[in-house]
């Protein structure tokens, strides 16, 4: 059982240069997140999504992007990105109901040089 | 706006109690929970508490909710090495699927 999956685990990149972490679902959940993780800062949340073809802004979302063309694919994309974006990246899912458990994928780091 | 704070580190011997602190100011919270994050790993829900209950118990973890005080806790018996990780609490209100995380308390057990 996959879950979450993000790609890629792991990316340097130059200053300047467009990036899109992908996040895909097995779960067929309809709310879908993406969190930056940062020492002393906990999770910040970028972007979210309630369903498909919907997308709301987080905490943070200055210099990111999300789409939600279908329920399984939550692509983050990073326009320009900026040295300040290193950061690790994670997607999460929420179930339904009264507890609304967040899945999460194994994260993607980001370094922009 | 909301707000949620841990204190950054906890450092116990094995075989103690550790307890993790939060404290958050959103009065509207309705669901409040701790997760769990291993080393290069996602989160994982370890245990939640409704707004309506003040303890809940769940084999060797306790979270005590005082909400007049905004106050949350989570109490590990027996600390073992394997539960060395950083433990984030976060808060959810009724009818909205917004989390807010605080900052993760790492936890780290000596043998």
């Known amino acids: 059982i996959a879950g979450i999956t993000q790609a890629p685990t792991s990316q340097i990149l130059a200053a300047g240069r467009r990036m899109t972490l992908r996040c895909t679902q097995d779960?067929?959940?309809?709310?879908m997140y993406w969190y930056r993780q940062d020492l002393g800062l906990g999770l910040r949340l970028i972007h979210y999504?309630?369903?498909?073809?919907?997308?709301g802004k987080g905490e943070v979302p200055d210099g990111y992007s999300v789409s939600r063309a279908n329920t399984d694919d939550f692509p983050l994309t990073l326009a320009s990105a900026v040295p300040s974006q290193t950061s690790v990246y994670f997607c999460a899912n929420a179930t339904g109901g009264s507890v609304g458990e967040l899945f999460f994928g194994e994260g993607s780091r980001l370094t922009v040089l | 706006g909301e707000d949620v704070e841990q204190s950054l580190f906890l450092s116990v011997r094995e075989g103690d109690s550790s307890v993790i602190n939060c404290t958050y100011t959103?009065?509207?919270?309705?669901?409040l929970y701790w997760y769990k994050q291993e080393p290069g790993a996602g989160l994982q829900l370890l245990t939640y508490?409704?707004?309506?209950?003040d303890m809940k118990q769940d084999q060797r973890l306790t979270v005590l909710l005082n909400k007049k005080d905004k106050h949350l806790s989570l109490r590990i018996a027996d600390t073992q090495t394997g539960d060395s990780a950083i433990y984030f609490c976060a808060e959810r209100g009724s009818g909205t699927y917004k989390y807010i995380f605080g900052t993760g308390t790492r936890l780290k057990v000596l043998a």
């Open positions: 999504s309630n369903t498909a073809g919907t997308t």
């Open positions: 508490i409704f707004s309506n209950m």
């Open positions: 779960m067929r959940h309809n709310a």
């Open positions: 959103d009065s509207s919270s309705t669901y």
